[in-house]
């Protein structure tokens, strides 16, 4: 891993040259991906009678040009790179916990069924009469998996409804799943 140490309104001691050496191999000890470290130990020279004059920032790179920052202001430097390494490691497992969870996000089956009633060709709309009565508008844009030139007259569908400006609108329309047979 590479590693650039900076300082601004300054001067660089040994000591917290050392600290933030041995605070970056702690840190990529428990996370080994990290590509690139770079640390920036700051005094705000502008707000004197301010108690936190001295900032440590701290910027890593990951893989696929991922990368995290954690700043911290305190009285002294030490305690500034202390708490920036602290919250760089915070936010280190808080990528890792969101890169770990897998949500596989399967679109909401529509939940009304119903059979093609109408259809008009040059509007690209038609109607859906609906189980229980009723018939819903539905457009061309509502059709998934399916094209408005694949349906006819009677084809069995199943669709997701909202209340339009002029009546019941279909959201989404779809061919029904085909049931598996059971094989004895």
Do not use: C
């Amino acid at each position: 891993m590479e590693l650039e140490i900076h300082s601004r309104n300054v001067a660089m001691t040994p000591r917290w040259k050392t600290e933030i050496e041995s605070r970056m191999e702690d840190l990529q000890r428990g996370h080994d991906d990290v590509i690139h470290g770079r640390v920036t130990l700051t005094k705000n020279r502008h707000h004197k009678k301010l108690v936190n004059v001295a900032e440590a920032l701290i910027v890593v790179t990951l893989p696929g040009r991922h990368t995290l920052t954690a700043r911290k202001e305190d009285k002294t430097f030490e305690e500034a790179i202390r708490s920036a390494f602290q919250a760089a490691n915070i936010e280190l497992h808080k990528y890792r916990e969101k890169r770990a969870k897998t949500e596989i996000r399967l679109p909401p089956a529509p939940s009304h069924q119903g059979v093609v009633s109408k259809l008009f060709s040059n509007e690209r709309y038609g109607f859906i009469l609906q189980e229980g009565g009723g018939e819903v508008y539905f457009h061309a844009n509502a059709l998934q998996g399916l094209t408005f030139e694949q349906l006819e007259d009677g084809a069995d569908v199943v669709f997701g409804l909202e209340e339009g400006f002029k009546g019941p609108q279909a959201t989404v329309v779809a061919l029904p799943q085909p049931i598996a047979a059971k094989v004895s």
